[in-house]
């Protein structure tokens, strides 16, 4: 599956923005899917996950309560709605597909991954 996120950009603290990841090909709904995100300097890190149909989600917790993970699996998108965005919270956002949807954390277990939308967020 080939993906491409998409929706970032510059926003001040305390807005919003939704990310987009579009999946190509018919097999986007057999993936447990990702959001990861990586800040200047840093590594590499979770920021949210989907299973399969959508019923569950998870969250880091730097952004629960902020951020939502969705899916349409009719659309063959994955979305990241950001709200109360926090100066913290720049990076470049990527999206990532997990066929197994075991250690959803870890970035290693994904095996396909988009090639990142930044999002910056000034104070």
């Known amino acids: 599956v080939q993906l491409q996120a998409s929706g970032g950009g510059l926003v001040q603290a305390g807005g919003s923005l939704r990310l987009s990841c579009a999946a190509s090909?018919?097999?986007?709904?057999?993936?447990?899917m990702g959001w990861f995100r990586q800040a200047p300097g840093k590594e590499r890190e979770f920021v949210a996950s989907i299973n399969w149909n959508g019923e569950n989600t998870y969250y880091a917790d730097s952004v629960k309560g902020r951020f939502t993970i969705s899916r349409d699996n009719a659309k063959n998108t994955l979305y990241l709605q950001m709200n109360s965005l926090k100066p913290e919270d720049t990076a470049v956002y990527y999206c990532a597909a997990n066929p197994s949807g075991r250690k959803f954390m870890t970035d290693d277990s994904y095996t396909y991954w988009g090639q990142g939308t930044l999002v910056t967020v000034s104070s």
């Open positions: 090909g018919r097999t986007f709904s057999s993936y447990f």
